[in-house]
């Protein structure tokens, strides 16, 4: 990255965004880096752009104004909400991406990142180890916007030569930011309830096993992709990228060696169906062998992590 680029992250105060825009300040300066969002995050600093990413006027006037030259676009409605608001789930999810793709065919901006997602897998696909290329026949909403939105990506790079990069994110889990509508935030609300009430009521059923991500390891996967040189991306669809599979079994004996007392049980509802679409792990050797992907938390290490950084509530558990 040259001195003179300036990086606007779009959906800054989402689960990802959040912590992207402050990996971002802090390799590159926060002067360098716009956060945009419908409102701004409470702890945010630097600069912040109020925007409705659907605003194409108000996009490129804020791409002017700060001469952007790399677009993050994390604007997205998530799996379980998009289910119940499909057609602008639709709407968002494919509009603000062809907003950001056209500027970058214009030469207005060099360099696009936009998430894919596991959700692009279907009932067809291979449930382990889905490799890079596979059946994709996604059964959500959310799924087949990321599945259309990989194959405009690609053909932007193909017939426009824009340098578009892209992630299928697992399940991704923080302890930064709170569950955000998606199928997988199980894993992420089932910490905040352990700490808080000891208990947990799981809506996917005991033995779902699914691939997930501590956030830290997401972080760094976009990074080392937005930094790699281009000649090695040879996929601009988007790349498989792996870590960890776990079921809410499996996780609530983790947090119990932490929390013994803690108990869990299963009600699994709507996301259940939405879950069983999805596969159990990934292979992400195409990533590991372009750019050198290798995820550095197993299990018990973020389990670990989250609850030493979770904020104690009053009444302790153990």
């Not at 990142?113 to 959500?140: H, L, R």
């Not at 990506?153 to 889990?173: A, M, N, Q, T």
């Amino acid at each position: 990255m040259s001195a003179t680029d300036k990086i606007l992250v779009i959906g800054s105060s989402g689960q990802i965004g959040t912590e992207l825009t402050e990996k971002l300040q802090e390799i590159h300066g926060t002067g360098s880096v716009i956060a945009s969002d419908l409102k701004k995050a409470a702890n945010h600093q630097g600069v912040f752009e109020e925007l409705d990413v659907l605003d194409e006027k108000k996009l490129g006037e804020i791409v002017a104004k700060y001469k952007v030259t790399q677009v993050y676009l994390l604007a997205a409605l998530l799996s379980a909400t998009s289910e119940k608001n499909s057609q602008f789930a639709w709407k968002l999810n494919m509009g603000s991406l062809f907003n950001v793709l056209d500027l970058a065919k214009e030469k207005k901006i060099k360099k696009v990142y936009w998430p894919s997602s596991i959700a692009v897998f279907g009932p067809s696909t291979p449930q382990e180890n889905v490799p890079q290329f596979t059946v994709m026949d996604p059964t959500t909403v959310y799924g087949i916007s990321k599945l259309a939105g990989e194959r405009w990506c690609e053909y932007y790079f193909l017939k426009h030569g824009v340098d578009v990069r892209s992630l299928r994110y697992p399940g991704l889990i923080s302890y930064k930011s709170p569950p955000g509508g998606g199928t997988t935030d199980y894993a992420v609300d089932i910490f905040y309830q352990a700490l808080e009430k000891g208990t947990f009521e799981c809506f996917l059923s005991e033995n779902t096993t699914l691939p997930m991500m501590y956030m830290p390891d997401a972080i760094r996967a976009t990074v080392e992709l937005m930094q790699a040189d281009a000649q090695n991306i040879k996929i601009r669809s988007s790349y498989n990228v792996g870590a960890i599979s776990f079921s809410p079994k499996e996780i609530a004996t983790a947090i119990q060696k932490h929390i013994p007392k803690f108990s869990i049980r299963y009600n699994p509802d709507f996301r259940q169906k939405i879950a069983d679409s999805w596969p159990n792990s990934i292979d992400d050797s195409a990533a590991r062998k372009d750019w050198n992907w290798s995820a550095k938390y197993d299990l018990q290490e973020m389990v670990k992590d989250m609850l030493q950084n979770l904020p104690k509530p009053a009444v302790n558990h153990k």
